[in-house]
């Protein structure tokens, strides 16, 4: 029996309670969510004149080698001014603000490029009197130059959306850096309690080595994933977990909802997932939605993005037995002249329920470092619905396919 594609703008994870993941230009109607986020992080394009891509690893060598893959082009940092850039971003800011309930806070990733410009306009939309801190993420990676100061932060502003603004810092301690207290006298007190000291102004100040400490607006200890570094998926510009989490657990509780209208690979999802948060992820590239629904594959969301993939071909086969049915995927080709063909071209697979537009997941297999061979077989319940495949290839596209005599 042939399969053939169907039109699919949704698909729905488990019971999709904890997020969202669109397909949407971060100009676009977000009202669904007005009010309801506590936290909305943005890290739009930097205004760098540059195209990022992505390192798609290639079948089950590519995923054990690292060697096969292709580049794929993610998103263009290009504008034609200022005006054009400072536009997108006005939008973008007043779509977070609309977005943020009265506890809310606001995180805008920058550079020095556009940072000075950013403030100014954060400070017209939140209110100068709403601004909360310059963050500087400070970092030794990426190449130096000679002709000046080499340029190692980022700048994160940091707004809230009115004086209600919900802040724990003690959510997030960090490690006390051993060159920080250098200076200062060790001793340890009658309990056996390891602490330094230092005089100063006629007062003593004590600090006890197990007593937390708190960041302050320069952060040094977060470090950019390195090239090795297992949170990698490929997409350029990715930034580190470490980052979002300190964002996202000082400023919110379990259950709220943090939102990131340029998501990228998904890392403020991702984020926010594992820390019990609800997440709105929304991108307007479709790479970004391959590579962020991977990692969020068993996760309850939606995902609302259209599929398609024409001249592709699947060959896939379900097997009834008592109350599942096992599903095995045969063969899959991408529309002629792909660079990759076969099974090799399968990134991630799903087996589903489709109706009425919409692809309801049961389960789901992706390549991964762990699992470069493609699990091939997938169970699922025999529940009613159309039995559905969902393929997500290495070109980043995502198709939905139904027996012909299902339609
Ligand atoms: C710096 S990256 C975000 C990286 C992300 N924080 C991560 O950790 O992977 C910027 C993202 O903005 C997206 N983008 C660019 N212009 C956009 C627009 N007008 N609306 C929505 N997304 C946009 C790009 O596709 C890109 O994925």
Redesign the pocket.
């Known amino acids: 029996m042939a399969w053939v594609q169907v039109e699919c703008d949704r698909e729905i994870h488990l019971n999709g309670s904890q997020g969202d993941l669109l397909l949407?230009?971060?100009?676009g109607d977000f009202s669904r969510w007005a009010g309801q986020a506590a936290c909305v992080y943005l890290?739009?394009?930097?205004m760098t004149g540059d195209a990022?891509y992505m390192q798609m690893r290639v079948g089950e060598n590519g995923w054990m080698t690292g060697k096969n893959t292709l580049t794929l082009p993610?998103?263009q940092d290009r504008f034609s001014g200022k005006a054009e850039f400072l536009g997108?971003l006005r939008q973008?800011l007043e779509n977070a603000k609309m977005l943020l309930n009265d506890t809310g806070s606001l995180f805008l990733h920058l550079d020095s490029r556009m940072a000075a410009h950013a403030r100014l306009l954060c400070d017209e939309i939140f209110g100068e009197s709403n601004f909360v801190n310059e963050i500087i993420w400070a970092y030794q990676s990426g190449g130096r130059t000679m002709k000046r100061f080499s340029r190692k932060h980022d700048v994160i502003l940091f707004y809230r959306k009115s004086r209600s603004q919900y802040f724990n810092i003690r959510a997030v301690p960090i490690s006390r850096g051993e060159n920080r207290q250098n200076h200062m006298r060790r001793s340890i007190d009658e309990q056996g309690r390891p602490y330094r000291s230092i005089k100063s102004g006629g007062k003593v100040y004590i600090y006890y080595d197990d007593d937390p400490v708190y960041p302050g607006d320069v952060w040094t200890d977060v470090s950019h994933l390195q090239q090795k570094d297992p949170q990698r998926t490929g997409?350029d510009?990715?930034?580190p977990l470490a980052l979002l989490k300190r964002i996202i657990l000082s400023t919110t509780q379990k259950g709220d909802l943090v939102a990131?209208?340029?998501?990228?690979?998904?890392?403020?999802a991702v984020a926010a997932s594992e820390e019990g948060r609800r997440f709105l992820s929304?991108?307007?590239?479709p790479l970004?939605i391959a590579v962020s629904r991977k990692r969020l594959l068993n996760t309850a969301m939606t995902v609302e993005a259209p599929t398609g993939s024409p001249g592709a071909f699947l060959q896939a086969e379900f097997e009834p037995g008592i109350a599942f049915y096992d599903a095995r995927l045969l063969d899959y080709r991408t529309p002629e002249g792909s660079p990759v063909t076969g099974l090799d071209a399968v990134d991630q697979w799903s087996v589903g329920f489709y109706r009425n537009k919409t692809f309801h997941v049961q389960a789901s297999a992706a390549r991964t470092k762990h699992t470069p061979a493609l699990q091939t077989m997938l169970q699922m319940p025999q529940l009613q619905g159309v039995a559905s495949v969902m393929i997500s290839d290495v070109l980043g596209n995502r198709s939905v396919w139904v027996q012909e005599d299902q339609l």
């Open positions: 949407r230009d971060a100009r890290d739009p394009p930097f990022f993610a998103y997108l973008a997409y510009t990715q930034k990131d209208l340029f998501g990228g690979s998904g890392t403020t929304s991108d307007k590239g970004s």
